[in-house]
């Protein structure tokens, strides 16, 4: 038996999809900084203490690594088969991440803007 998902746009207040929902909490964790919770101080990431360090390639695998984990221990319903960090010109930073949701076995693409 498949469990499913029903969610809440955070901006619309509408029913949204799980592949839409799974984007959603994704950004959620990744731009919530790790102690910020009241009540779950260890939820989020720690994108938050490398975002602005000077940019190298050690950098980069510490941000993907940072996001990895943190996906990994807070959004069960999907399994991670590839994830990349792309900085763009304006100062945003782009997680593409590539998997499958584990409850359908559905490939997920998702772009997950973070700052």
């Given at each position: 038996?498949?469990?499913?998902?029903?969610?809440?746009?955070?901006?619309?207040?509408?029913?949204?999809?799980?592949?839409?929902?799974i984007?959603?909490?994704?950004?959620?964790?990744?731009?919530?900084?790790?102690?910020?919770?009241v009540?779950?101080?260890?939820?989020?990431?720690?994108?938050?203490?490398?975002?602005?360090?000077?940019?190298t390639?050690?950098?980069?695998?510490?941000?993907?690594?940072?996001?990895?984990?943190?996906?990994?221990?807070?959004?069960?319903?999907?399994?991670?088969?590839?994830?990349?960090?792309?900085?763009?010109?304006?100062?945003?930073?782009?997680?593409?991440?590539?998997?499958?949701?584990?409850?359908?076995?559905?490939?997920?693409?998702?772009?997950?803007?973070?700052?």
């Amino acid at each position: 038996m498949t469990t499913r998902y029903i969610g809440m746009n955070r901006e619309t207040g509408r029913i949204i999809t799980d592949a839409e929902h799974i984007s959603q909490s994704c950004g959620d964790i990744l731009r919530t900084p790790v102690g910020s919770r009241v009540m779950r101080r260890d939820y989020g990431s720690l994108l938050f203490s490398l975002i602005d360090m000077p940019q190298t390639e050690a950098l980069k695998l510490q941000i993907m690594c940072a996001c990895y984990m943190a996906l990994l221990k807070w959004e069960p319903r999907i399994s991670i088969s590839s994830l990349t960090v792309e900085r763009q010109f304006n100062g945003q930073m782009i997680v593409e991440l590539t998997g499958e949701a584990r409850d359908t076995g559905k490939t997920l693409s998702l772009t997950i803007p973070v700052s």
